[in-house]
């Protein structure tokens, strides 16, 4: 089935820098790719997505970019707060429309 | 108030028992998913119902049952079969089965087998 690879698992970063998660697939026909961020405790919640005609879309200090070529989407996090610290999760929709997730990523903004 | 209730939010079980994780929604939606939350896994799917009286199988479907008799409602049986059964579960609803659709979670379910 399809597969999605997240990198880093984990990443500090001081408040105010930049944070960027990688995720990478293998199948070509994925075509909706989100971005779910869960807070320590609480349920994922959807902040992004971006679909497969457009190469990238912001709103606010988050960013999605996308390249179909290479089959890497990112997740850029600008101006990090510590209220940013979460895990998040990318996900892509791949065969049979069903969400396939990464594995995490754990970021933590110090102040 | 709108939303996905997952009960219990704790559940403990000796080995060989079944246990029932319930799922209700109030948003209306078409279909709902069950995932499991192991640390460093991700969310990978058990079960997922598009329509009321019909479900296909995850990618982990070994050891857990569904049914789906009401369109709120989509609860999980975490068999004896199951041969690691302690983790986090998480209900899941959307729209319909539709590619652009947006999931929205329970607060999950944290099972611990004794």
């Known amino acids: 089935g399809e597969n999605v690879e997240q990198h880093p698992s984990t990443l500090s970063v001081q408040e105010g820098d930049s944070a960027v998660i990688k995720c990478t697939y293998s199948?070509?026909?994925?075509?909706?790719f989100p971005w779910y961020k869960q807070e320590l405790g609480k349920r994922p919640q959807l902040i992004i997505d971006i679909r497969s005609n457009v190469g990238e879309k912001k709103d606010q200090r988050i960013a999605v970019t996308l390249n179909k070529t290479a089959k890497h989407f990112s997740l850029h996090i600008t101006e990090t707060q510590p209220e940013d610290s979460a895990v998040y999760f990318c996900a892509l929709r791949g065969g049979f429309q069903k969400l396939v997730f990464g594995t995490g990523t754990r970021l933590l903004v110090s102040p | 108030d709108g939303g996905i209730t997952q009960s219990p939010k704790y559940l403990f079980r000796k080995e060989g028992q079944n246990v029932t994780l319930s799922c209700e929604q109030n948003l209306n939606h078409d279909a709902m998913y069950w995932y499991r939350q192991d640390p460093g896994q991700g969310l990978r799917l058990i079960y997922y119902?598009?329509?009321?009286?019909?479900?296909q199988k995850g990618d982990i479907a070994e050891g857990y049952s569904v049914s789906r008799e009401k369109k709120e409602s989509f609860p999980l049986t975490v068999t004896s079969a199951q041969k690691n059964p302690t983790a986090f579960y998480l209900c899941a609803s959307s729209i319909g089965l539709v590619v652009f659709g947006e999931l929205f979670f329970g607060e999950g379910s944290r099972l611990t087998v004794l």
């Open positions: 119902s598009q329509i009321v009286n019909d479900f």
């Open positions: 199948d070509s026909a994925s075509n909706y």
